[in-house]
């Protein structure tokens, strides 16, 4: 009997262990709309907006021309890098290169934490967007 609880929490244990270490669909963000109480938004506004909500979360943001944000995340020995698309209806974020974050080009994987930092990321724009006045 001991022995077979022993079996039961040992194959628990394993199936956690593969399930927590299992890469998930890369997670990309599609035409989200800009929404925010400010009447008129300039390009310039949704810039400083995803720009600060980047940052806000330790993401270093780097404008490569007007509707185009480089957003790159280093969190110890990984790295991920995005790319924001914007204008004044909606804006993107579309996944662009990553470091030991197992990405899987072919099955379109990666490792499950990166969608948890572009569920923040999105998260923050949308508050950043809605706080402009």
């Not at 039961?8 to 956690?16: E, R, Y």
């Not at 197992?102 to 923040?120: C, F, R």
Request: proline share 2%; hydrophobic share 40%; aromatic share 6%.
């Amino acid at each position: 009997m001991v022995f077979s609880r022993y079996r039961i929490l040992a194959v628990v244990m394993a199936t956690v262990l593969v399930t927590a270490c299992a890469p998930t669909m890369v997670r990309n963000v599609t035409d989200a709309p800009v929404v925010s109480n400010k009447a008129s938004l300039t390009l310039d506004d949704v810039r400083v907006a995803i720009t600060r909500a980047g940052t806000g979360l330790g993401w270093i943001m780097i404008e490569e021309r007007p509707g185009l944000i480089k957003g790159t995340l280093k969190l110890r020995s990984h790295e991920a890098i995005v790319d924001v698309t914007y204008d004044t209806s909606a804006y993107s974020i579309q996944y662009a290169d990553s470091t030991n974050l197992n990405y899987n080009e072919s099955k379109g994987t990666i490792h499950k934490n990166y969608n948890g930092w572009i569920q923040n990321l999105e998260n923050a724009i949308e508050r950043e967007l809605s706080a402009l006045m």
